[in-house]
């Protein structure tokens, strides 16, 4: 089924994002449905992106088993399906965790390997992201020496900022900033090393984190799905130009053809864009894991 919004009347919803529906299941559990709704420029698409929200729960669930060695996660591994009523079992299978209620972090822990999107621009005017000075000479899409972090604030609505490590200390504290400045590398590194293998560059990525009843660092929210970083095909990447990508930038440069403000209301898009983006959705999954949708 293609999902746009769920609609689970047995448990308390507690939270709408973008992309994803939240529910209270007691007082300490939160159900965390993923939507086939799509946003671009921070505005929610009105046409939903066939099998999305399955692939995108299946993605993090990889990630979050592959490199759950690193950092704790957020999955209880309780079965979806068995905290909803019957009638609402279609609306949760493939497509919903059962997570720990923790406290998020106000950051978004961004790591980027290659300098595109707003790190590019940043770098063409300052030489610099986020702070951290950057090698002359660099072009578009050129991997960098090292990952580097590079944090943003969570914006409630509208864009992110992205804020030095300086800011970052000043939100979080510096152990807290130092540890998931670390931690968010770590996995950036590992994930990017294992996705080589399988003919994919992660160019950027976002992670979140949130804090335990000891005041731990938790992974939570989505990890390195298409919709949270860039991941380029290897065969098809060049420096110095924008790659082709499995994400959501297929839809990014159709929007960028049109005559719109990039603000609500989104415009429709063409039936060949939306199955075009379905596509590369499955097509991300089915390379880094090695399985479709079941």
């Known amino acids: 089924m293609v999902l746009f919004e769920s609609k689970i009347n047995s448990l308390k919803r507690i939270g709408k994002g973008k992309v994803r529906d939240i529910y209270a299941v007691g007082a300490d559990k939160m159900l965390i449905v993923t939507s086939d709704r799509l946003s671009a420029f921070d505005v929610v698409l009105p046409d939903p992106i066939p099998d999305k929200g399955a692939v995108l729960n299946a993605m993090a669930n990889f990630w979050f088993g592959k490199l759950g060695h690193i950092v704790p ?35 978004e822990a961004v790591v980027r390997g290659y300098i595109i999107g707003s790190g590019w621009k940043d770098y063409q005017k300052t030489g610099k992201v986020c702070g951290i000075e950057l090698p002359k000479g660099l072009q578009q899409a050129q991997k960098l020496p090292q990952p580097i972090f590079t944090p943003a604030t969570k914006a409630e609505s509208g864009h ?6 300086e800011e970052t200390v000043e939100l979080i504290g510096k152990p807290m900033a130092e540890k998931v400045r670390e931690v968010s590398i770590r996995l950036y590194k590992e994930a990017s090393d294992y996705a080589a293998t399988t003919g994919i560059i992660i160019a950027d990525t976002k992670f979140e984190f949130g804090l335990n009843e000891k005041n731990e660092a938790v992974l939570i929210d989505e990890v390195l799905t298409a919709d949270s970083s860039r991941f380029w095909p290897a065969d098809s990447y060049k420096v ?41 959705y499955r097509e991300a999954l089915k390379r880094l894991t090695g399985r479709g949708l079941s």
């Open 73 to 107: 996660n957020q999955l209880t591994g309780i079965d979806p399906a068995s905290v909803v009523q019957k009638d609402e079992i279609s609306q949760v299978v493939g497509r919903a965790v059962v997570v720990k209620k923790l406290k998020p972090l106000p950051i």
């Open 160 to 165: 992110d900022e992205n804020i030095s490590f």
């Open 240 to 280: 110095g130009m924008s790659p082709p990508s499995y994400d959501k930038q297929f839809v990014r440069d159709y929007l960028e053809t049109l005559d719109w403000n990039k603000t609500p209301p989104a415009p429709k898009l063409p039936q060949e864009v939306i199955a075009k983006t379905s596509e590369k």
